[in-house]
Nanobody, 125 residues
Framework: QVQLVESGGGLVQAGGSLRLSCAAS????????MGWFRQAPGKEREFVAA????????YYADSVKGRFTISRDNAKNTVYLQMNSLQPEDTAVYYC??????????????????WGQGTQVTVSS
C-alpha cells in the first residue's frame, strides 16, 4: 500500500510558476517510478510527466516539454513538478501516481497503481 499526498497548487497568473510536491509513504520510495497527470473540467485525464525510480530517466508530454520539470528526492520520499511559463490551458487538477511494477518512466495511466487526491492549479489570463 502506498499513500500519496499532493500539495503546492493554487492560483497564478499566466506566465507564472508553481511547484507541486507529492509526498509518498508506505513502500520504499526509491523502488518505484512516479508520474504526474492532470484533468481539466470536461476533459479526460492526461499524462504530464514521469520519472524513473532512480530519477535518471524522465518523460514529458509534448504540451509541457521545456516548461515543466519533474524531479524526485528519494531521501525525502517526494516527487516534484516545477511548472514555469504557465498558461490558462494548464488549468486542471494535478495528480501524482506511483507505478510499483517497474522502475521506468511511463505515460500510460493504467500502469500506475496508486494515485493521490489531486491538487488544483488555476492559471488566469
Amino acid at each position: 500500500q502506498v499513500q500519496l499526498v499532493e500539495s503546492g497548487g493554487g492560483l497564478v497568473q499566466a506566465g507564472g510558476s508553481l511547484r507541486l510536491s507529492c509526498a509518498a509513504s508506505g513502500r520504499t520510495f526509491s523502488s518505484y517510478a512516479m508520474g504526474w497527470f492532470r484533468q481539466a473540467p470536461g476533459k479526460e485525464r492526461e499524462f504530464v510527466a514521469a520519472i524513473s525510480r532512480t530519477g535518471f530517466s524522465t518523460y514529458y508530454a509534448d504540451s509541457v516539454k521545456g516548461r515543466f520539470t519533474i524531479s524526485r528526492d528519494n531521501a525525502k520520499n517526494t516527487v516534484y513538478l516545477q511548472m514555469n511559463s504557465l498558461q490558462p490551458e494548464d488549468t486542471a487538477v494535478y495528480y501524482c501516481a506511483a507505478d510499483l511494477k517497474g522502475g521506468g518512466a511511463t505515460s500510460l495511466s493504467y500502469e500506475y497503481d496508486y494515485w493521490g487526491q489531486g491538487t488544483q492549479v488555476t492559471v488566469s489570463s
